[in-house]
C-alpha cells in the first residue's frame, strides 16, 4: 500500500505528492511511480481541468526510459542543475486527438514532464546519455564516425514497421539528440557559448525480399572490412536478420563509391545490432530476452535494451548443401527456385544462420504456411499447418484421413577438427532411418510460447539437435504439445534425442513424390480460401526434401545433404570466420532494471 511522501514535485504542470511506490522491473506491470494531485488547481464544471494520467501512476510496463530536460526556454541547463525531466513511454493505444477511443492508431511516442521526482525513480530508470553504440561520444573519433543506420522491412509481419518508425523509433532517436540525415553525416551545432554535438542517422527501406542482404552486402559488409564502426537498428523479424548476416559473408555484387575497393588490411570491425521485433515468430528476440514473457509483443523491452543494453557476439553457424541445392524463391508468385551462392570448387553451397535448421515436419510446414492466405494468419497459422501436416484430410469423399509422411533420411553426427574451420569427413550416423522432426537450434524459443530447446541460453550458446525420429502423428503431437507447457518436459521424452553438437548431417533418400515411400503426405493443402488454405506452392518433386534456414527454404535434389556446424566465438567477435560476424545489443542484466549509463 502507498502512503505520502514529503516530496513533492509536478507531472506536466500539475502539482502532484510523490506516494511511496517503489520502482520495479517486473513483468506484471507494476507501479513503477505513483502520486496524488494537489487539490490547487481550480477546476468546475465550466472550467474542468483535464490531468495527465488521471489515475496517477506510471507502469513499469510502459517506460522506456527518463531522459533529463536541458533546455528552459533558450537555454541549455546543465544536468546537474536540472530538476527537470521527460519519462519516453511506449503506447500502442491510440492517442488522445484521435476520434475515437476505437479509431486504428499507430504505436506512438508518449512524453510525461515531470518536476523533481524521487530519487528512487531516476536511479532506476534515469538515461544520462545516449549510449555509445548509438553515439560517438564514447570511442569514435572525428575521421571514423559512427555510422547509424535505421533499416524498415516493410513487409515483415504485420508490415508494421513504417509506422512504428514514424511513431516510436523516430521521435525517440530525434528526443536523444539525433536527426535523420545522409549517409555518415556529423555536425556540430553551436549552442551559445558551447558546441554540443549531434549524430545523424541514415534510413533504409526495404523495397522488396532482398534488400535487406543486398544493404549487408554491398554497405555494412564492406565497411566493416575497412575497419568503421556501424550500428545497424533493424525493424524486422527473423527473415530480415538472417539476411543482414548473410549478407555480411557476401563479396559486393555492386560498388556504390569507389572507396568500397578499398583493400587495407583494417580490422575487420563486427557492426553491432539493435534489434526492434515486428515479424511473426520472432525467435531470436524472445531467445536473447528482448522480450517481456507475460507481454511478448510489447516494444517496450527492446526499446530499453537498445538505449542500456551491451552489445555481445551474436552466435551464428553455417549450413553447406550438396551441389544441386537451390533457394526457394516464392513458390506463391511462380517465382523459380534460385542455386544457392557456390563456396568451393566442388560446387556446394552455404549459408549463415542465426535461428535453426530443420528438415522434416518444421520444415515443411514453415514453406507451406508462408502463402499471403496464411500468413494473415500470424502465428497461429504454424499450429494450424502443423496439424495438417499431421492428420492429412483425404481428398475423396467419405474418406477418413491420410497418414503423416515419413520422411526418409539419415542424421549424423559431425566432430569438428582442431582448426574450427572443417567438419570432419567421417560422420556418425544414427540408427534411424525414419524422421519426423529435426531440428539444430542455436535459439531457446521458435515463438513466445514454444520453447522447443529449453537448455540454449544467449549467455552460452551451442549448437544442438533435437531429433524425433518418425513415429504416429498422434505421439508427435503428445509430444509437440508438452513444448508449449513451458517446462522442458518434451526433451525428457525417451522418443525425443536431445543433445550438444559439434555439427550435424542430414542425406536426404526421398525420391520424387509419387515415386514411392511415406504414406498419405502428398495431399495438397486444400484450396478453401476462407480457411486460410492454399495448395501447396511449388513442385511436388521437392516438397519432401526442402530445408529450412531461418526461414529461408533450401530444395535439395535426390541424394542431397546438408551440414551443420556452429561458428565459434572467438571469430564471431573478431570478424575471422569469413568476415561475417555481427555484435547484437542484449540486456546487460536479466534481473537488474536500472537504465543508468556511466559517464
Same mark, same amino acid.
Given at each position: 500500500?502507498?502512503?505520502? /511522501?514529503?516530496?513533492?514535485?509536478?507531472?506536466?504542470?500539475?502539482?502532484?505528492?510523490?506516494?511511496?511506490s517503489?520502482?520495479?522491473?517486473?513483468?506484471? =506491470?507494476?507501479?513503477?511511480l505513483?502520486?496524488?494531485?494537489?487539490?490547487?488547481?481550480?477546476?468546475?464544471?465550466?472550467?474542468?481541468?483535464?490531468?495527465?494520467?488521471?489515475?496517477?501512476?506510471?507502469h513499469t510496463?510502459?517506460?522506456?526510459?527518463?531522459?533529463?530536460? $536541458?533546455?528552459?526556454g533558450?537555454?541549455?541547463?546543465?544536468?546537474?542543475k536540472?530538476?527537470?525531466?521527460?519519462?519516453?513511454?511506449?503506447?500502442?493505444?491510440? %492517442?488522445?486527438?484521435?476520434e =475515437?477511443?476505437?479509431s486504428?492508431?499507430?504505436?506512438?511516442?508518449?512524453?510525461?514532464?515531470?518536476?523533481?521526482p524521487?530519487?528512487?525513480?531516476l536511479s532506476?530508470?534515469?538515461?544520462?546519455?545516449?549510449?555509445s553504440h548509438? /553515439?560517438?561520444?564514447?570511442s =569514435?573519433?572525428?575521421?571514423?564516425?559512427?555510422?547509424?543506420?535505421?533499416? +524498415? =522491412?516493410?513487409?515483415?509481419?504485420?508490415?508494421?514497421?513504417r /509506422?512504428?518508425?514514424?511513431?516510436?523509433?523516430? %521521435?525517440?532517436?530525434?528526443? #536523444? @539528440?539525433?536527426?535523420?540525415?545522409?549517409?555518415?553525416d556529423?555536425?556540430?551545432?553551436?549552442?551559445?557559448?558551447?558546441?554540443?554535438?549531434?549524430?545523424?542517422w541514415t534510413l533504409?527501406?526495404?523495397?522488396?525480399?532482398?534488400?535487406?542482404?543486398?544493404?549487408?552486402?554491398?554497405?555494412?559488409?564492406?565497411?566493416?572490412?575497412?575497419?568503421?564502426r556501424?550500428?545497424?537498428?533493424?525493424?524486422s523479424?527473423d527473415?530480415?536478420?538472417h539476411? #543482414?548476416?548473410e549478407?555480411?559473408?557476401?563479396?559486393?555484387?555492386?560498388?556504390?563509391?569507389p &572507396?568500397?575497393?578499398?583493400?587495407?588490411k583494417? %580490422?575487420?570491425?563486427?557492426?553491432? +545490432?539493435?534489434?526492434?521485433?515486428?515479424?511473426?515468430?520472432?525467435?531470436?528476440?524472445?531467445?536473447?530476452?528482448?522480450?517481456?514473457?507475460?507481454?511478448?509483443?510489447?516494444?517496450?523491452?527492446?526499446?530499453?535494451?537498445i #538505449?542500456?543494453?551491451?552489445?555481445?557476439?551474436? %552466435?551464428?553457424?553455417?549450413? $553447406?548443401?550438396?551441389?544441386?541445392a537451390?533457394?526457394?524463391?516464392?513458390?506463391?508468385?511462380?517465382t523459380?527456385?534460385?542455386? +544457392?551462392?557456390?563456396?568451393?570448387?566442388?560446387?556446394?553451397?552455404s549459408?549463415?544462420?542465426?535461428?535453426?535448421m530443420?528438415y522434416?515436419?518444421?520444415?515443411?510446414l514453415?514453406?507451406?504456411?508462408?502463402?499471403?492466405?496464411? $500468413? *494473415?494468419?500470424?502465428s497461429?497459422?504454424?499450429? #494450424?499447418?502443423?496439424?495438417?501436416?499431421?492428420?492429412?484430410?483425404?481428398?475423396?469423399?467419405?474418406?477418413k484421413?491420410? *497418414?503423416?509422411?515419413?520422411?526418409?533420411?539419415?542424421?549424423?553426427?559431425l566432430s569438428?577438427?582442431?582448426?574450427?574451420?572443417t567438419?570432419?569427413?567421417n560422420?556418425?550416423?544414427?540408427?534411424?532411418?525414419?524422421?519426423?522432426?529435426?531440428?539444430t537450434?542455436?535459439?531457446?524459443?521458435?515463438?513466445?510460447t514454444f520453447?522447443?530447446?529449453p537448455?540454449s541460453?544467449?549467455?552460452?550458446?551451442?549448437l544442438r539437435l533435437?531429433?524425433i525420429p !518418425?513415429?504416429?502423428?498422434?505421439?508427435?503431437?503428445?509430444?509437440?504439445g508438452?513444448?508449449?507447457?513451458?517446462?522442458?518436459?518434451h526433451?525428457?521424452d525417451?522418443?525425443?534425442?536431445?543433445?550438444?553438437?559439434e555439427?550435424?548431417?542430414?542425406?536426404?533418400?526421398?525420391?520424387?513424390? @509419387?515415386?514411392?515411400?511415406?504414406?498419405?503426405?502428398?495431399?495438397?493443402?486444400?484450396?478453401?480460401?476462407? &480457411?486460410?488454405?492454399?495448395?501447396d506452392?511449388?513442385d511436388?518433386?521437392?516438397?519432401?526434401?526442402?530445408?529450412?534456414?531461418?526461414?529461408?527454404?533450401? +530444395?535439395?535434389?535426390?541424394?542431397?545433404?546438408?551440414?551443420?556446424?556452429?561458428d565459434?566465438?572467438?571469430?564471431?567477435?573478431?570478424?575471422? &570466420?569469413?568476415?561475417?560476424?555481427?555484435?547484437?545489443?542484449?540486456?546487460? !542484466?536479466?534481473?537488474?532494471s536500472?537504465?543508468?549509463? /556511466?559517464?
Open positions: 500500500m502507498t502512503s505520502p /511522501s514529503p516530496l513533492a514535485g509536478t507531472v506536466s504542470g500539475h502539482t502532484v505528492q510523490w506516494l511511496s517503489p520502482p520495479t522491473d517486473d513483468e506484471s =506491470s507494476e507501479v513503477a505513483s502520486w496524488r494531485y494537489v487539490s490547487q488547481d481550480a477546476s468546475s464544471e465550466d472550467h474542468p481541468v483535464k490531468l495527465p494520467r488521471e489515475d496517477g501512476s506510471l510496463s510502459e517506460i522506456i526510459c527518463v531522459y533529463p530536460r $536541458r533546455r528552459e533558450d537555454a541549455v541547463v546543465e544536468e546537474t536540472t530538476n527537470n525531466y521527460e519519462v519516453l513511454l511506449y503506447n500502442d493505444s491510440p %492517442p488522445p486527438q484521435a =475515437s477511443a476505437s486504428p492508431s499507430p504505436p506512438h511516442l508518449q512524453t510525461l514532464l515531470l518536476t523533481s524521487p530519487p528512487s525513480f532506476a530508470y534515469l538515461l544520462s546519455h545516449p549510449p548509438l /553515439s560517438d561520444s564514447a =569514435s573519433s572525428p575521421s571514423q564516425p559512427t555510422n547509424l543506420h535505421v533499416v +524498415l =522491412s516493410t513487409h515483415s509481419g504485420s508490415r508494421r514497421a /509506422s512504428v518508425y514514424d511513431g516510436v523509433v523516430r %521521435p525517440l532517436l530525434e528526443r #536523444l @539528440g539525433f536527426f535523420e540525415g545522409e549517409e555518415g556529423e555536425s556540430v551545432k553551436e549552442e551559445g557559448e558551447e558546441s554540443q554535438r549531434t549524430w545523424t533504409h527501406i526495404t523495397q522488396n525480399e532482398s534488400s535487406v542482404q543486398e544493404l549487408s552486402q554491398n554497405i555494412f559488409g564492406p565497411r566493416a572490412r575497412r575497419g568503421i556501424q550500428t545497424i537498428l533493424i525493424l523479424g527473415g530480415g536478420i539476411d #543482414l548476416v549478407g555480411l559473408s557476401r563479396p559486393p555484387s555492386s560498388l556504390s563509391t &572507396e568500397e575497393t578499398n583493400d587495407s583494417t %580490422p575487420y570491425i563486427p557492426p553491432t +545490432l539493435c534489434i526492434l521485433p515486428l515479424g511473426t515468430a520472432n525467435a531470436l528476440a524472445h531467445s536473447l530476452r528482448l522480450t517481456s514473457r507475460s507481454h511478448p509483443h510489447s516494444l517496450t523491452p527492446p526499446l530499453r535494451t #538505449l542500456t543494453g551491451i552489445p555481445e557476439p551474436l %552466435p551464428t553457424f553455417t549450413a $553447406r548443401f550438396s551441389p544441386g537451390r533457394i526457394l524463391s516464392s513458390p506463391w508468385t511462380h523459380p527456385s534460385i542455386p +544457392l551462392p557456390r563456396r568451393n570448387n566442388e560446387g556446394e553451397g549459408m549463415t544462420g542465426v535461428v535453426v530443420s522434416g515436419l518444421h520444415a515443411t514453415v514453406a507451406e504456411s508462408d502463402s499471403p492466405a496464411w $500468413r *494473415e494468419r500470424g497461429e497459422r504454424f499450429g #494450424l499447418v502443423a496439424k495438417r501436416l499431421m492428420f492429412p484430410p483425404n481428398n475423396e469423399e467419405g474418406g484421413g491420410g *497418414e503423416m509422411h515419413r520422411w526418409r533420411a539419415t542424421v549424423s553426427l569438428s577438427s582442431s582448426s574450427s574451420t567438419t570432419s569427413r560422420p556418425s550416423p544414427l540408427p534411424e532411418k525414419g524422421q519426423s522432426y529435426i531440428l537450434p542455436l535459439v531457446s524459443h521458435l515463438e513466445s520453447p522447443i530447446s537448455a541460453d544467449p549467455s552460452n550458446p551451442s533435437l531429433q !518418425s513415429i504416429p502423428a498422434a505421439e508427435l503431437a503428445e509430444i509437440l508438452k513444448v508449449y507447457e513451458g517446462k522442458g518436459r526433451v525428457d525417451r522418443r525425443v534425442r536431445y543433445v550438444e553438437v555439427g550435424v548431417r542430414v542425406d536426404v533418400d526421398e525420391e520424387k513424390e @509419387g515415386d514411392g515411400g511415406g504414406g498419405g503426405g502428398g495431399e495438397d493443402m486444400g484450396d478453401d480460401k476462407e &480457411e486460410g488454405k492454399e495448395e506452392g511449388d511436388g518433386e521437392w516438397r519432401w526434401r526442402r530445408v529450412c534456414v531461418d526461414g529461408v527454404i533450401v +530444395l535439395l535434389e535426390q541424394g542431397g545433404w546438408v551440414e551443420v556446424r556452429r565459434w566465438k572467438d571469430s564471431l567477435s573478431t570478424g575471422q &570466420e569469413g568476415e561475417k560476424g555481427v555484435r547484437v545489443v542484449m540486456s546487460s !542484466s536479466s534481473s537488474s536500472s537504465l543508468k549509463v /556511466s559517464d
